[in-house]
Structures are given as C-alpha cells and as structure tokens.
C-alpha cells in the first residue's frame, strides 16, 4: 500500500465552494473539451459550443436521454450513449453536426467512457457479460461498426486509456453516491479506488487512497487527474503524479460532478456550472453558457391520471365513483354522464377521498401550503370548499366518514389514530399505535362506535372499539391472535384472526419467507342478549303479525340504535364455518351478506415470468342463510363496496375498475376511465415534488432531527435550481443531489412522468462469442439451471442446440461477419421464432439451420454458470469436503439459493458461503440460523442410512466471502455471521448500508422516494454497520490481473482457509449410530 499522501495547492488560486457563480443557464451535465470546442449534456439532449461556452448550439433534440459525451482525439467526432428505443447505446455523431451513428444494440446500458488513442475506436463500459448485474466490464467498438470487443475481463466501471494506449487509468468498484441513490461522503466499503494497469506488462499501480471516494480518471500529459471526496468536505479534482496526490481544487458546498480535460486545461460542472481550470496558472473560472430553450417536457399538457391511480370509491348507491388521481380528484359516472375534476390544482396534491354517506359531499386530503389539510366540497364542485388545518409536520391518510356524517377518521405518519368533530369543529386523538401498520376501521350503523386495529408489542394486530359517547376505547380481542379487518353490522362485529401467523410478523426477516399464514372468519356478537348467526335452524309457522304504522313511514328511516355490551363478548365470538387461509378486507353487504379477500399463500407457487402478482386476489361472499362461501371473481389487487351496500368496485392494478351488483354471481362492467385526464403544468408539478420530497425527508427520516442538519437551509440551497429544470429527469438529479446531504444508505429517488418508448425487444442467445477468421465462433454457451423451469436457454434446447466451437454464419438468412454487430441482427426478436445457420468451422462443415428464441435478458444464466462454476471448483479442489452455496441476495433470490444449494450438499462436513455483490432484501436471520443450530439428535433405522434432528445441517468449519457490493441485508449477513461466531469471513469489507427502506407515499407522478426510516444497532447498543460496513477477518482484494487469468483469488483463499480448518477441526460424523444395545431394558 502506498502512504496516504497527497499536497493541496494554494487556496488563492483555485475555485473556492463558497465563491460559485451565478449567471448563464444552469445544470449543465458532463463536461468534454477539445483544442478549440466545449460539448455537455443540458436537458437530456448535446449541445456544443466554443471553448469559452460562447456561441452553444444544440446537437441532439431527440426526447430520450443522451449523455456522456466524449471528443474524439481529433475533436471531429463525439461519442455519446443514448436510450433511445428505450435501450441505452453507444452513438457518434460529427461535431459539426448532423446524423447520428448507432454503433451497439445490445439490451444492457452501454455508457460511453472515452476513444482509443487514434481514434478509431470508441470505450465503453457495459454489464452484459458479467455473472452480477452489479459489476460493469469495459468494451471497445470501432466507428466504422461491427464486433464489439471486451478490453479485460476484470471489472472496470468507468476508464481512459494512456495516449500510447498501454495503460488503463480506471475505477474498479462501484459507487455509492450514483444513479438515484443519494450519498454524499460514503465512508462504507463501496469507496472506489483508482487503478493504472499496465494492460502489455500486467502491472498494477493503485493511486494512493483514504477510505475515500475515488472516480472520473481521465489522462492528461501523461499524469491521471481524477475526482476524489478525500478532503471530507466534498468532491473536488486531483491529479497523481510522480507517485503522489495533488489537489487541485478546493470546493466546499458542491461537489464536482464530472471533469474532463484537453491539453493544459480542465473543464469540471459544479452546482450546475461550468468552470475551465488552466493548470499553468492554476486558476479557474466560471464558462458562461446561456441557453435560450425549453425542452417538449416543460411544454404544459393533458397527462393520462390513470396511470397514477391511488384510490377508487364508489358512491352511496354506485352511481358515480371517486377516483384520486395524479393529485387531482375525480368523479366517474357509473354509465350516463360526464367525468368531473372536482381539483383542477395545479402544484397542489389531492389524495384519498371519500364520498359523504349520502353522496352529496367529498371529503379528501390536499398538500395546499405545503401542509396537509382536509377539504370537504359539494360532489359537483360547487360552492366553496371548507379546509381543515391538520398537524403542521407529518403525512396524512384519510380512512373514513362516519354514517351519519359528522366526523371524519384519519392517520398520520406518525402512527397515530385522529377523529374530527365536523359540528364541534374538534380533533381527538384516538389512539396511537407501537408499530407501523394502517390503521383497519369501520364505524358501526349508528356511528357511536369505531372499530379498528393496532399493533401491540408481540406484533399482533388487536382490535379495539372507540366510544364517541363515552370517548374511550377498550380491547375487543385478547392480544393472542393477530386480528384484522373489523367491519361492522347491526348485531355483529365480523373480522379476520389468525393464530398462526406469529412466525410471519416482522417482514424484515428472511424467516418469514414462505411461511403461510392461516386465518379464520369470526363474528362477535354485540349484544349480551344477541344470538349467534349460526344458530340450529328450525322450520316453523308462525302466526302472521300486521305491520305497524309508525309516523316515520313518510319520513327517512330512523337509524337503530347498536346494543354493544363489552361485559363478556370475548365469550361471544363465533367462528364461521370457511377454512382458514389468508384473509383480509371484509364487508357487509346490504343483505346481510359478508365479502372478504382471500390472497395467495407465499411460497404456495411459482408463476411464469411476466405474471402480475398484484392482482392475486380473490372475492369470496359468504351467505348466512346457506352457511357457505361462494368465489365472485378472481384476478383482483381490491374492492370497495358501496354505503348502501348494493354495489361492488372491482380494482384489478394498475387501473381497471369495474362496477357490480354485491351479489353472488355478477356480471362486472368495465368503467370508461378515458376522461381522467389532468391538465399538467410540468413546471409547476416539478415545484410540488420537490417540496414534497423535502417534506417526506422530514417527516419520516429515522431521525426526526435529520442528523442535525439545516434541512430548511438544504432547501433554500437546491430550491433555485428547479428554474434550470427541463425534464423530470433533471428534476430527479437535483433531488438526489439534494437527499445526499444526509449522507445516509438507503435514500433513493426517481422514476416519475419520465419520457419512455417502447423497447425494440433486442434478442440475446446466451452465449458468448468470439472473432475468428472474420466469423463468429461460440465460446461459451450457458446451460442455466436444469431445475428451474423458467430459466431458458436458447441454444441448450435439444433437437435446436448449439456447443461451444460451433460458428454462427447467419441469422435468419442474412451473412454474419466480424463487420457486422450480432446484436443488430438479432434487434427485434426477443421472443420470436429465428433461423440461426451453424457451422462446424469458418469454411462451413456441417453446415446446418436451427431456429430459436432469443430472450431478453441472459443475466440469471450467466449467474448460475459462475455459480455452477464455483461450486464444482469448491467440489474439486476440496475432494468432496465443502459445499459452496451462493447468495445473490437476502430476499427471494437467497431464499431460493440457499435452500436449493445448502440442504442438497448437508453430506458435506464444511461449507463456504459467498455472498459476494449481494444485493440485499431482507435481514438473513433465516440462514444464520440453520448455519447456527447444533446437533440434537440421530435416529437409527432398522435398515438403511440414519437420520438427524435438525434434519439437514453442516456441523463442521464454515467460510464467508463478501466484497464491497454486498450491501443492505448483505452487510447484516456477515454482520450476524461473525457476531454468531459461525466462521472467517474473507474478502472486502462491505457496502455499508443498514438504515431501511421507505414507508412514504410515492410522489405525485407516479415516482419513487426511498426515505429511510429505521436504523440498525446492535445487542450491545452501538449505532454500526452504517456508513462502515463489515470489516472481512482475511483481507483478500479481487486482483484484477489475477482475474484476466481466470483465477479467483477470494474463492482459492476460501478454500485454503476451509480446508485447514477443517484439518485442524474434523467434525463429528453424526450420521454414525452407536453399537447396538446387547441386553435387554437398554
């Protein structure tokens, strides 16, 4: 390891943080010079200008993105990446302008890095080959087209050439701080270094490096300059020569973003400015660019609301549905009539609404004023609206109105229950429950009593009863089952309960998978006096009675009181006969009927790829008068039933609505939804995403004090820049850039009203190709895993099969050579039925035509094949001893890995678990605890191999691998792995990750925001693992030179540490009974 060296320059001559300009346009992106030209990214599309930032034009002006522009050497040429066709490729385009030339078609990102010295030539870094999407390889293409050849297999994600083209100056681990992920300082495993490899004589020069982040290398003169956060203040440019560290630059409130380099002079973006550093002098200075345009995004426009549907509710009696749409709220006429906007708010959201029990009035939520309020207007939109101030901090739900109209229910983000008194103009808190959870509520007929569910210490979900008389709540179920979905009738309060759901409670767990969860249907009897609704039925006469005339008979129905005795009830809840499985969201229909949701269990299926799991839910109706349940439809996500109880919402996502009698057999319609149409002003709806994504920040942070931040002065810092924004894409960069400042794993944004076409479909036929003698010759081709039926492979299919050395001459008819991009013959086929023409060798020896299906995505059959790879190294080199297990996660992919891979190799006495680049889920308690679990017992049997309880285990030594990608659920792993004392964990330290995943609302538009809102500590009190990761026992760094080798060098030290382990520690053979027993009575 070189000393941590590096010399800063003079704070006089370099751009200080507090000194950035503020004129010309702003967020221009990712700077390139030439000798006499600037080219950058604004608004998604290129623009080129003099060196000076004068005289800008524009480029490109196609709606999808295009990025990382790079000169060629000449300063003729730019090479950039573009998603076009909804697939991010590598383009050129003349620096004088005019048509761009599409250089790959491969499905996976291809990010421009730079040219080959002479210019021939375009680097590009991709993850099509890799076994882990989260690692990238780098690629040359010439410009003139054609094959596309992989410069190393090591990993590289981002690097330059020397000028003489024997070294790569180059970032061989992944960044924290990228994409949407928001992290400004990550002092985790995923700081990156910057490597120079000496690709002729295979050495390896590693910049000297702090934990700090290390990116953007690029050469100038011979010496690597490159973008470093090791001042821990913020990113600022550095050059390495002579064998040490130079800082050239000295920000303090922006980070620099990119930087590229021409001759003498750097040009970087900072704070969405451009600035050129002369390094003679030493001096930097703002580039003026004003831009005069405004992108088709800005362009105010009618949007389709459907897409962000989040809630449907049906009126008293059907006639009209209320949908909360994109912000705004309508009403849908059942049949006859017209959609109504009864918002129409530009900038503002409105959210969860909810119909007046006699439909004249709707109720709803609105983020107006940056604060969240209640607004009840007429259904027709008429007359002024009547708001409700709410808590000045916190995220509201609206859950119901009462029957009788006075009082609304609502919660916050707080995890607390709320009633609002609309005659008393009075707000009542409830209730407040221990765990997150939505609060379940339903009023009963006379509206004197709420019920509704909270979480308790053990987990369980209780259900309570509020008393709008008495105003105090008191515990309907006893705390021992896990209660759910209350809704009342007139004599009983009906809900869902299981017992056997404890093991499924916390989600975090990976113990929870699979785990299935059985309830029953119950019915609490109200009255002390009341009868069960399954009482023994008798037939009788009974003598005719004359109906009574009361003075009501013209007048609207007098509500019946409900007689609700607490006195005993536990004592009066009856189980309906429907066997138990998975229920929830219970009704009443008008006849007495009960409606409720049955879901699958988890783990009960696999389905095939493309299956939509949201809707998988199915509406059962139980009648009384038959005691049995009948299925009304399948295929659902919900339901709504209306307050009369009459009709039936089906909601099937992300935005089919049909309309049906609440009967045993209906005949849904499909609701016209054509008409929920909002009106959006981009910039103004921009505006509303960012405050409420600053807002979620606050609100429901872990940390109500936000680590001590000024978060108001966070928003007065990026808020000027949403004047700069052009597309929602650019709206997302600021708003990562801004989420950063906490400095925090876990803090994502993105998504949204972005611009997307449709994919062309390009075709892959897993395998891996080669050029020789102008053809391309099969090298690899990749089998997937013969037990897992949705795994296909194209060319592994027997009777349309293809091996390794075969020579692929033709696709569907037309000649393949070194010339031509494989990828482009095979764009649009993914899916479809095509003609491949083998051949023995290039001179075509039997020459043969098979058709196939390409796929769209080959990453799982290249994962396993490095897994399968791994397993039978492991298997050879130890003869048999240890078993190899793979996890590329801790959440559906670990759980299935484990499972498949640990128990199947139990015979074995050690095991090396890899976990390297494990993408995280959930926290592994599932696996360390079968890792963890002793021997108890060994069975022997009259004939045959004896058995053990637990049933399946490795008792002997036990190894980690991790590495600096496994991060979230793959920090927590090896956290409890070496916490439990299993084993040595080898490799790198890891990501650094453990504060979890979001409880907000998604953003208006239909984005993303991952606020992160628990954190882990651990059993002895510490706040760890966060921002640090988990340190390996055995240091062993992934050797780049090694790995173009073919050698592992993380996977050898496993095996050789396991191995002695085992040497010196042979376990037990449990599997050996004793001597039999030779007297009687032992």
Same mark, same amino acid.
């Given at each position: ?223 690597? #300059?490159? !973008?470093?956060?090791?001042?821990? %203040?913020?990113?600022? *440019?550095?050059?390495?020569? @002579?064998? &040490?560290? $130079? =800082? ?26 451009? #600035?050129? !550093?002369?390094?003679?002098?030493? %001096?930097?200075?703002? *580039?003026?660019?004003?831009? @005069?345009? &405004?992108? $088709? =995004? ?45 918002? &129409? ?738």
């Amino acid at each position: 390891m070189h000393a941590r060296s590096y010399l800063a320059l003079c704070c006089s001559l370099v751009l200080c943080g507090n000194a950035l300009a503020s004129e010309g346009s702003r967020l221009l992106r990712q700077p390139d010079i030439s000798a006499n030209q600037l080219v950058f990214v604004y608004g998604g599309d290129l623009w080129i200008a003099n060196r000076d930032g004068s005289a800008p034009r524009q480029l490109t002006s196609h709606p999808a993105a295009e990025f990382a522009p790079k000169f060629s050497p000449d300063g003729n040429w730019i090479a950039f990446s573009a998603a076009y066709d909804n697939n991010t490729d590598v383009y050129v385009i003349p620096a004088t302008g005019g048509a761009a030339k599409r250089l790959t078609w491969h499905p996976g990102a291809d990010t421009v890095n730079g040219w080959s010295p002479d210019g021939s030539k375009v680097l590009f870094a991709s993850n099509r080959e890799v076994a882990n999407s989260r690692s990238n390889q780098l690629y040359q293409v010439a410009v003139s087209g054609g094959y596309e050849q992989k410069l190393m297999p090591a990993v590289a994600f981002e690097g330059e050439l020397s000028a003489d083209g024997k070294k790569l100056a180059y970032r061989p681990n992944n960044l924290a701080y990228s994409g949407s992920s928001g992290w400004r300082l990550h002092r985790g495993g995923s700081t990156p270094p910057i490597w120079i490899l000496d690709l002729e004589q295979e050495k390896l020069e590693k910049v000297p490096q702090p934990n700090a982040n290390n990116l953007n290398p690029f050469w100038l003169n011979n010496e690597v #300059y490159f !973008l470093s956060d090791r001042d821990n %203040q913020a990113v600022n *440019l550095f050059r390495y020569r @002579n064998q &040490q560290v $130079e =800082q050239l630059t000295t920000l303090r409130d922006w980070d620099i973003r990119s930087a590229a380099g021409f001759d003498n002079q750097v040009v970087y973006e900072a704070g969405g400015y451009l #600035y050129q !550093l002369d390094l003679t002098s030493g %001096q930097s200075q703002q *580039l003026v660019v004003q831009l @005069n345009t &405004q992108s $088709e =995004q800005r362009r105010p426009q009618w949007k389709d609301a459907t897409k962000t549907l989040t809630s449907a509710r049906l009126s008293a009696t059907g006639q009209r549905i209320l949908v909360s749409a994109r912000g705004d709220i309508f009403t849908v006429p059942a049949k006859e009539g017209s959609t109504r906007n009864l918002t &129409q708010s530009a900038g503002v959201r409105e959210f969860d609404a909810h119909w007046s029990p006699d439909g004249s009035k709707v109720a709803y939520i609105s983020d107006q004023g940056n604060q969240h309020q209640l607004v009840i207007s007429n259904q027709d939109g008429s007359s002024q609206a009547t708001t409700i101030a709410l808590g000045s901090s916190g995220y509201y739900n609206l859950l119901s109105w009462s029957p009788d109209a006075n009082v609304l229910v609502y919660q916050d983000s707080n995890l607390n229950l709320y009633a609002y008194d609309l005659k008393r103009k009075r707000e009542a808190k409830l209730d407040t429950s221990l765990r997150r959870q939505n609060f379940s509520v339903s009023f009963s007929p006379d509206s004197r009593y709420l019920a509704y569910t909270t979480v308790g210490e053990n987990y369980f979900s209780q259900i309570k009863i509020y008393d709008f008389t008495l105003q105090r709540s008191q515990q309907l179920t006893d705390g021992l089952s896990h209660a759910t979905s209350p809704v009342f009738s007139q004599d009983y309060l009906y809900f869902a309960a299981s017992v056997n759901t404890g093991p499924a409670q916390v989600g975090l767990d990976l113990s929870t998978r699979e785990r299935p969860v059985r309830s029953a249907l119950y019915a609490a009897v109200l009255a002390a006096n009341g009868k069960s609704p399954l009482l023994p039925r008798s037939d009788e006469e009974s003598p005719k009675k004359a109906a009574a005339k009361t003075d009501t008979d013209d007048k609207a129905a007098v509500v019946k009181p409900v007689q609700l005795d607490f006195n005993g009830i536990q004592d009066r809840i009856v189980g309906l006969p429907v066997a138990e499985r998975n229920y929830r969201r219970l009704e009443v229909a008008s006849d007495g009927a009960l409606f409720y949701l049955e879901l699958p269990q988890s783990g009960a299926s696999n389905e095939p790829p493309g299956n939509d799991n949201r809707n998988s839910a199915s509406l059962y109706r139980f009648d009384f008068t038959e005691r049995k349940a009948t299925l009304v439809q399948q295929g659902l996500n919900d339901y709504e039933l209306s307050s009369d109880g009459k009709k039936l919402l089906l909601v099937s996502l992300p935005n089919r609505l049909q309309l049906a009698d609440a009967v045993a057999k209906p005949e849904p319609k499909t609701l016209d939804l054509s008409q929920v149409r909002s009106f959006i002003d981009p910039a103004v709806e921009w505006q509303q995403i960012f405050d409420d994504a600053w807002r979620m920040q606050r609100d429901y942070f872990y940390d109500p004090a936000l680590h001590g931040i000024n978060w108001q002065g966070i928003y007065d810092k990026y808020q000027p820049m949403l004047a700069h924004v052009q597309r929602r894409e650019d709206l997302n960069d600021v708003l990562v850039e801004m989420i950063a400042e906490l400095q925090v794993g876990h803090n994502r944004i993105g998504g949204g009203d972005v611009y997307q076409a449709a994919a062309t479909g390009v075709g892959l036929l897993g395998a891996d190709f080669a050029i020789d003698n102008n053809r391309y010759r099969i090298q690899t081709v990749y089998q997937g895993d013969r037990w897992s039926p949705f795994l296909r492979a194209p060319l592994a299919t027997p009777g349309a099969s293809a091996k390794a050395g075969d020579y692929l001459l033709a696709i569907n008819g037309v000649e393949l050579t070194a010339a031509q991009n494989i990828y482009q013959l095979l764009d649009n086929t993914a899916g479809k039925q095509v003609r491949l023409t083998l051949a023995d060798d290039v001179r075509g020896r039997n020459k043969r035509d098979i058709t196939v299906e390409p796929v769209t995505d080959e990453s799982q059959l290249r994962l396993w094949h490095w897994v399968e790879n791994n397993r039978k190294r492991v298997e050879e080199k130890t003869q048999g001893q240890v078993a190899y297990v793979y996890l590329p996660n801790t959440a559906d992919g670990g759980f299935y890995f484990f499972n498949r891979m640990f128990f199947a190799q139990t015979e074995k006495p050690a095991l090396i678990i890899d976990e390297r680049k494990n993408g995280g889920g959930q926290a592994a308690n599932y696996i360390t605890e079968i890792l963890a679990r002793p021997f108890l017992a060994g069975w022997k049997d009259r004939a045959g191999a004896g058995f053990t309880t637990p049933g399946a285990g490795i008792y002997g030594p036990k190894t980690m691998l991790i590495d600096q990608d496994a991060g979230s659920g793959g920090d927590f792993l090896p956290w409890a792995f070496k916490r439990l004392g299993l084993g040595k964990t080898i490799g790198t330290r890891t990501w650094g990750g453990l504060i979890g995943i979001s409880a907000n609302p998604a953003m208006i538009d239909g984005g993303f925001h991952v606020v992160p809102y628990f954190r882990f500590y651990t059993p002895d009190g510490e706040w760890r693992v966060e921002n640090e990761g988990v340190a390996p026992d055995i240091e062993v760094e992934l050797d780049p030179i090694a790995v173009n080798r073919g050698i592992d060098v993380q996977l050898e030290r496993a095996i050789e540490h396991t191995l002695q382990q085992l040497k010196a520690n042979p376990p037990q053979d449990h599997r050996q009974a004793p001597a039999m027993p030779t007297k009687l009575g032992l």
